[in-house]
C-alpha cells in the first residue's frame, strides 16, 4: 500500500535523516577613512543685472547695453564663448499700492505699475585666481547681483578613486594591528562597503554665497571656496572571517 503514496514515503525518508546544525562562522568588520585635497582648476561665477522701472522699453534698453559691455569685457579677457552662459531677460510686472490725499482730506488709493528686469550670467574661468579681478570689473560695470562663486575640479573622479584606494589600505593594517592585538587570525575578506562622506571645501567665503556638493551624479566636478583646498574623503568597512 506504501508503493501507492510515494510522495507519503519521501516525507518519511526524508524525516529519518539526521539534522546538522551549521554555526555561522564568526566575522570581524574594520572601518577606516581617507582625504586627499587638492586644488580647484575652476571656477564659476554667477551674477545677475536687475532694475526696476516704470518705462518698459527704456529699462530694457539699460540693461541691454550694460549686457553688451558684461560679454565684451568678458571676451576681451579670453574667455571662450561656452564658458559665458547668458540667460534671457526676465520681466515681471508689479503693482505698488499708491495712497493719496486730496484737499478735503478724502482717501484714494490706486495701483500704480512697474517692472522688474532682471538678467543672469555665469561665466566659467579656467584659472580661479582671476576670479577677485572679474567680479571686482563686474560690479564696476554696474553688477548689483552676485548669486554665487564656486571653485571646482575637473579631476574629482581621479582624486575620489585615490581616497578610495587609500581608505582600503588604511582599513586592512588597521585590521591587522587590531587581530595582532587580540592574538585573532583573519581569514579572507568576504565583504566591502563604502560609506557616505561628504566631500566638503576647508574654508568659505565670507561676502558670497555658494553651493556644496557632496557627490555628483556624474562625478566630474566638485566645488570649493576661493582657491583653497577641496576635501575629497572616502569611508570604507572591511568584513573578514575569522579563522
Known amino acids: 500500500m506504501l508503493t501507492k503514496h510515494p510522495l507519503w514515503l519521501a516525507v518519511v525518508c526524508l524525516g529519518l535523516l539526521p539534522a546538522f546544525s551549521y554555526a555561522e562562522q564568526p566575522l570581524f568588520r574594520v572601518s577606516a577613512e581617507a582625504e586627499v585635497r587638492i586644488k580647484p582648476d575652476r571656477a564659476a561665477l554667477t551674477f545677475g543685472l ?3 522701472t516704470e518705462n518698459l522699453r527704456q529699462g530694457a534698453e539699460r540693461l541691454n547695453q550694460l549686457s553688451r559691455r558684461v560679454t565684451e569685457y568678458l571676451r576681451n579677457r579670453g574667455i571662450e564663448e561656452r564658458f ?7 520681466i515681471f510686472p508689479v ?7 486730496d484737499k478735503n482730506g478724502t482717501r484714494t488709493e490706486t495701483d500704480k505699475l512697474y517692472y522688474e528686469l532682471a538678467q543672469t550670467f555665469t561665466v566659467t574661468l ?3 585666481t582671476q576670479y577677485e579681478d572679474v567680479l571686482y570689473a563686474l560690479l564696476d560695470m554696474g553688477i548689483n547681483r552676485i548669486e554665487n562663486v564656486s571653485f571646482y575640479s575637473t579631476q574629482i573622479r581621479h582624486y575620489r578613486d585615490q581616497a578610495r584606494r587609500l581608505a582600503v589600505q588604511y582599513a586592512r593594517e588597521k585590521a591587522a594591528l587590531l587581530a595582532e592585538a587580540a592574538d585573532m587570525r583573519l ?3 568576504v565583504n566591502i562597503s563604502e560609506n557616505s562622506v561628504p566631500s566638503v571645501p ?3 567665503l565670507s561676502n558670497v554665497s555658494q553651493n556644496v556638493w557632496t557627490d555628483s551624479a556624474a562625478d566630474s566636478l566638485l566645488p570649493a ?14 568584513t573578514y572571517k575569522i579563522k
Open 50 to 52: 536687475s532694475e526696476r
Open 84 to 90: 559665458i552662459q547668458t540667460d534671457n531677460l526676465h
Open 95 to 101: 503693482y505698488e499700492r499708491q495712497t493719496r490725499l
Open 126 to 128: 579656467e584659472d580661479p
Open 187 to 189: 581569514g579572507k575578506i
Open 202 to 204: 576647508q574654508a568659505r
Open 225 to 238: 571656496p576661493a582657491t583653497g583646498m577641496i576635501s575629497v574623503k572616502s569611508a570604507v568597512t572591511l
